[in-house]
């Protein structure tokens, strides 16, 4: 108990619970004769009106925020070209609350889960909305650039009505006027950083991050840019939006509801500090407590039910005589060499070698043409990807090979070139890889 003496000359008793209870609550409160949170705070006080130390009065419209299965369902635009699964159709209904309540959003579904069909549909529909009321207004995507087409490829999926610049490249024109010509721009964190003093001179409707984690570091001049961006409505999209720490929700938060974690000194003493170093449970829970209203995220496994299926087989592949001949002899060699590396002395030296012996091994086991092009045995892998190959595309289907070495697809481009089948190709210095992805989506061979 602590004891306090009151201008009446009266002593007020207050249980010390009540100081751990509401000392974080202080921190995020306004000053004046009443205690007064932003209303991004929502989740911090519903948190504390289950218990029985204060009286909490709050707008019924914005306890639903708190209760995500009670916010209304909204209608699809007209436009939008696809049918949203029931939980992307939940997603889209959840963009709708926040834009009513002005409140910034972060879409934290699981990758593959559709956060760009959902944001889409939500795009045609103020679109449409806007054009009912004779408004026209500009929303901005930033994204990392190797997404720019993934989007654009999207959005004349699902929203080809949607008007759409692409303001990346170059010889881009950096007239920020132009924008109010399309519904929507896409750009990239780079060209952000760049033309942050004319972008920023531009009221965006929406401004929209994908892959949010990108700016996760305050002291990035990705976040200083973001944040000096201006904008009625503010959405962050990421599978991820916890990478390594606690520290990086602050950043992501801080940019879609200023104010929502408090300055950065203070989360990082009363959350990051107590939730990593000291397993602090309480915490952990206050901090979803605030976060959660503004934090939407769906796992695969908890949609699995409106997903087709997947299947995952594991295959080991035997290797061929020789095959097996050529990587003992390999092994054999790099194994002499440091034996007598051993014997000298010099073996701490030899590390680069050991990586190296690893390395040829690895190659070998895939097939031994990755290291001597003069071998002309097979390899067992080799053989069985084939053989799956030919199963998979005799029934009509469409086959992507993933390989970490460059040479092992060679080998493999040389197989379908000799047999006449059909491919696209990328690696890492493929250009127009735009076109590539297209043709290989659209071309029924």
């Not at 520290?247 to 003493?269: E, H, K, R, V």
Request: aromatic share 12%.
């Amino acid at each position: 108990m602590r004891e306090f003496k009151l201008p009446s000359g009266e002593i007020a008793v207050i249980p010390e619970e009540w100081f751990a209870q509401y000392s974080n609550l202080l921190q995020f409160t306004e000053s004046g004769k009443q205690l007064r949170l932003k209303k991004y705070h929502i989740g911090l006080v519903n948190d504390f009106s289950n218990s029985d130390l204060a009286t909490v009065t709050m707008d019924r419209k914005l306890q639903k925020l708190a209760d995500f299965e009670e916010i209304e369902e909204f209608d699809v635009p007209k436009a939008f070209n696809g049918i949203l699964r029931p939980y992307q159709k939940a997603g889209y209904d959840w963009f709708h609350f926040l834009k009513k309540y002005n409140f910034g959003g972060c879409l934290a579904d699981d990758m593959g889960l559709g956060k760009t069909v959902q944001t889409l549909a939500l795009m045609q529909k103020i679109k449409e909305d806007k054009q009912e009321e004779g408004i026209h207004t500009t929303s901005l995507i930033i994204m990392p650039t190797s997404l720019v087409y993934n989007w654009l490829n999207e959005a004349r999926k699902f929203a080809p009505k949607l008007k759409i610049h692409v303001h990346t490249g170059s010889f881009r024109n950096k007239d920020v006027e132009r924008f109010t010509a399309y519904d929507i721009v896409f750009t990239t964190y780079g060209i952000c950083r760049v033309d942050i003093e004319s972008l920023k001179t531009f009221y965006f409707n929406y401004i929209i991050l994908d892959e949010s984690q990108n700016i996760k570091n305050p002291s990035s001049k990705s976040f200083k840019a973001v944040k000096a961006l201006k904008s009625k409505h503010k959405l962050i999209l990421s599978g991820t939006p916890v990478e390594n720490t606690v520290n990086d929700l602050w950043t992501q938060m801080s940019f879609i509801n200023p104010g929502l974690l408090g300055s950065q000194s203070l989360f990082y003493s009363e959350f990051v500090i107590p939730i990593e170093k000291k397993k602090d449970e309480e915490k952990a829970a206050r901090l979803q407590a605030l976060i959660k209203p503004f934090v939407l995220r769906r796992t695969k496994s908890q949609v699995a039910t409106e997903l087709p299926p997947k299947t995952e087989n594991l295959f080991y592949c035997q290797m061929s005589e020789e095959q097996k001949e050529y990587y003992e002899k390999i092994k054999s060699e790099y194994r002499n060499v440091l034996l007598l590396n051993l014997e000298d002395g010099s073996f701490k030296k030899s590390q680069f070698q050991v990586l190296q012996g690893l390395t040829k091994l690895r190659q070998i086991a895939n097939h031994p043409q990755m290291i001597d092009d003069g071998y002309e045995g097979d390899s067992g892998k080799f053989e069985n990807v084939i053989h799956t190959l030919e199963n998979v595309l005799s029934r009509g289907h469409k086959v992507l090979v993933f390989s970490q070495f460059v040479k092992h697809l060679d080998i493999y481009r040389q197989y379908f070139n000799s047999t006449n089948v059909p491919y696209s190709y990328l690696d890492g210095a493929t250009s127009k890889r735009g076109e590539v992805v297209k043709k290989f989506q659209s071309d029924k061979d």
